[in-house]
């Protein structure tokens, strides 16, 4: 990021003209001085105000624009920022952003960097514009809803609560030391003060183990596999209700990996194609089986098309007994399908929603990302290094560090927070 953050900076914040509508941001301390130069006058602020814009110096006239002020530090970047609502089109947009360039002390933004100055103004946190991110790529009902749980700030609440137990179990580990002699430290903690560090272990803990918000954008990896013509490819269109793998009478049609994201029953899912595994001459085709076994590894659920006994991992696996029109029930798949007559396939997307359950975020459960994971796997580990009892020194240590690693998730240093508890809370008379 460029080093002149007290600069005023401009950009289209809207999608790409020509649209109804465009939005032209301008943040800094010279945005009024933008609106000025543009609108030659200063609307009241907050209220949407009509007003013919010009090239600065009263040049002609660009267009007839909604302009509203938004004084710091209470606008969203925490600055003065000014929006002009002009009409879409691509030379209304060129015109303005040219007469922006020439008001004094302007530059075009870089990207994000509206975003970046409300983190930096501590008008968001760092969870809160990974929210904002997410929201903005959100693609589905369930993305756009987890997104807008981690931009209202949900995490970051949950991560003050974390911060708070750990300020006091700190501050009650300090509070020991200062009266007592190191080695009656441990028997001098106070009541409850081992069981509420353990409660907070269980719930970080708990937390990590749910899927990642990633989840919901990468789907459920789902690997259909199985022998030649077994009737793989033909399931994935019928799965995906399109034409999406090449299929025919003759074994050995699928080589490469044919990747379909859907949505089945609103869940996402990732289904994969693969090669029939078999033993072949074919050079081309023997790297096709063996990319289907590689993606074997990686899959999240199986559906096993071949001899259900021979189901490459019991565990990740839904055994499906293809060609039902034409074939005899066999007692050990775990369903049976026609993509001739349609059989069966609902109970297969039943089968396929309820092994994905535990995969996926719940509705309304707060996700997390994986940056947010790695952190609270590092904080978990220094509770867990707080809760051996035989040095309560080194236990303090682990509780700062712990702290500090929970300030990541957020971004905050949180330093002054935690003085203040530690000092005022629990005022020991020092
Ligand atoms: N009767 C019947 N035929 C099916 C069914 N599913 C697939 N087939 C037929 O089985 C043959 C093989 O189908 P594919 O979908 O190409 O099979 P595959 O497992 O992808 O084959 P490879 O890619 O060669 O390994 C085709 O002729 C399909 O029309 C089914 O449910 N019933
Ligand atoms: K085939
Ligand atoms: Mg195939």
Same mark, same amino acid.
């Not at 999240?300 to 029109?325: F, N, T, Y």
């Given at each position: 990021? +460029?080093?002149d953050r007290g600069a005023t900076i401009y950009a289209l914040s809207s999608g790409t003209p020509p649209a109804a509508i465009a939005v032209i941001r301008v943040s800094g301390p010279r945005a009024d001085a933008a609106v000025e130069a543009l609108a030659g006058r200063l609307p009241e602020a907050r209220r949407p105000s009509l007003a013919v814009l010009r090239r600065p110096g009263g040049g002609d006239v660009l267009d007839r624009a909604l302009v509203l002020r938004f004084p710091g530090p209470t606008s969203s970047t925490g600055e003065d920022l000014a929006e002009f609502h002009v009409h879409g089109g691509r030379s209304v947009v060129a015109a303005v952003l040219a007469a922006l360039a020439q008001v004094g002390g302007l530059r075009p933004a870089e990207p994000g960097e509206f975003t970046r100055r409300a983190f930096e103004n501590g008008r968001i946190d760092l969870s809160e514009a990974e929210?904002?991110?997410?929201?903005?790529?959100?693609e589905t009902e369930a993305q756009r809803r987890m997104a807008l749980q981690l931009a209202g700030g949900a995490l970051s609440r949950r991560v003050e609560d974390w911060q708070r137990t750990l300020l006091a179990?700190?501050?009650?580990? =300090? *509070?020991?030391?200062?009266?007592?002699?190191? &080695?009656?430290?441990g028997s001098d903690l106070p009541s409850g003060w081992s069981e509420s560090l353990r409660a907070l272990a269980t719930e970080v803990g708990a937390a990590l183990a749910r899927p990642s918000i990633e989840r919901l954008r990468d789907g459920v990896r789902t690997v259909i596999a199985g022998p030649p013509n077994a009737g793989k490819s033909s399931l994935l269109n019928v799965l995906v209700g399109r034409e999406a793998a090449i299929t025919s009478a003759i074994p050995g049609t699928t080589r490469?990996?044919?990747?379909? @994201?859907?949505a089945i029953g609103g869940a996402p899912f990732l289904l994969i194609d693969t090669a029939g595994l078999r033993e072949t001459g074919d050079v081309i085709e023997t790297i096709g089986v063996e990319r289907a076994r590689a993606?074997?590894? *990686?899959?999240?659920?199986?559906?096993?098309?071949?001899? @259900? =006994?021979?189901? @490459?991992? %019991?565990?990740?696996?839904?055994?499906?007994? +293809?060609?039902?029109?034409?074939n005899d029930a066999d007692p050990k798949a775990d369903c049976r399908v026609s993509?001739?007559?349609?059989?069966?396939?609902?109970?297969?997307?039943?089968?396929?929603?309820?092994?994905s359950a535990g995969l996926l %975020?719940? =509705?309304? =459960?707060?996700?997390?990302? &994986?940056r947010h994971q790695a952190i609270l796997r590092d904080v978990l580990e220094h509770l867990r290094e707080a809760q051996s009892p035989h040095d309560p020194i080194l236990a303090a240590e682990s509780l700062r560090v712990a702290r500090g690693s929970l300030d990541r998730i957020t971004g905050r240093a949180g330093v002054e927070d935690m003085l203040d508890a530690l000092f005022g809370t629990f005022c020991i008379g020092k």
């Open positions: 990021m +460029s080093a929210g904002l991110a997410d929201l903005l790529m959100a179990l700190s501050a009650q580990l =300090e *509070a020991v030391f200062d009266f007592a002699d190191e &080695a009656d430290v490469d990996l044919v990747e379909a @994201p859907t993606s074997l590894e *990686a899959a999240d659920i199986i559906l096993w098309l071949g001899d @259900p =006994e021979a189901s @490459p991992d %019991p565990g990740r696996s839904i055994r499906v007994q +293809s060609k039902a029109d034409i993509v001739v007559t349609g059989a069966g396939i609902d109970d297969l997307i039943a089968l396929l929603r309820e092994r %975020p719940r =509705e309304g =459960e707060l996700a997390i990302n &994986a």
